[in-house]
């Protein structure tokens, strides 16, 4: 049986690309789109049959999985309707606060949930290979991660990016708190040992670019991703949606949804 999913925000460019990649999906169905009350479009039909609604919980009450990419306050209350309704979820909101992160915590005690800052393959892989660089390089190679994202994006630096920066950390052996350097300004002094910087462009309508960089003397490696469709994210979270609605409840993360460690 398909896993039947309400989709947050279907007037948004995730929600738009997950209901344009569900079409002709075995593995899901999507019932129900569900849209805050001041969106364009309610009433509208999304999807075969299927109409944008202000009504969240009788869209919760329609799905086995929501998928939410909206907003950090539209993340934490769907999360707390959702644990009434004990819904699966797969949630790529980024930007979280800590009210939001702890809605979503509360969800996982009660239902299984797959929470990803980044839905594509190649980002996840992207992942393991910056860790065992900066296992094997060590804080003597300086590292840095710069993400390009387009002119919209509210959040900075990206999800995306401090997942990549809390890989090198993790090779690094140490605490990404006390080590990282957010964008620099001002006469900042020379760069400290064991930093990890992360910097933030804006523009244009870049959909994600990130870069791991690791500066050692007269060598550099660097470490790329780049998303040129947001088909990527709404394919990887509509594989979560399916693999998730049959997990015992939890937080899940691509690596499990992917089978990779
Ligand atoms: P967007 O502004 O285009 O869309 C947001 C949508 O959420 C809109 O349709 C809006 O009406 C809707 N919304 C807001 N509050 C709501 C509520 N209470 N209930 C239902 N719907 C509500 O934004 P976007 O570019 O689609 O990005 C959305 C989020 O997804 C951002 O946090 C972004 O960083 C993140 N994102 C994550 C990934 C990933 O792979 N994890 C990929 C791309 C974007």
Known sequence: ????????????????????????????????????????????????????????????LACD????????????????????????????????????????????????IVVAANFSLGVNLVLGLVQKAARALGPAWDAEVVETHHRAKRDAPSGTALMIARAIAAGHGVDYERVKRHTRDGDVGPRPHGEIGVSSVRGGDVIGEHTAYFFGAAERLEISHRATSRAIFAIGALRAAAWVAGQPPGRYDMLDVLGLE
Request: charged share 20%; proline share 6%.
């Open 65 to 112: 999985v929501y998928i939410d990419f909206t907003a950090p306050a539209a993340t934490g209350a769907v999360a707390v309707a959702a644990a009434r309704h004990r819904r699966a979820a797969v949630i790529g909101t980024t930007g979280l606060g800590p009210a939001e992160e702890a809605a979503v915590e509360q969800l996982a005690r009660v239902a299984p």
């Open 1 to 60: 049986m398909p896993a039947r999913v309400c989709v947050l925000g279907p007037s948004g460019r995730m929600g738009r690309a997950v209901l344009e990649a569900a079409l002709g999906r075995d593995d899901v169905r999507i019932a129900a789109a569900v849209d805050r009350p001041e969106a364009g479009g309610l009433g509208a039909e999304v999807t075969g049959g299927v109409c944008a609604s202000a009504d969240l919980d009788a869209g919760l």
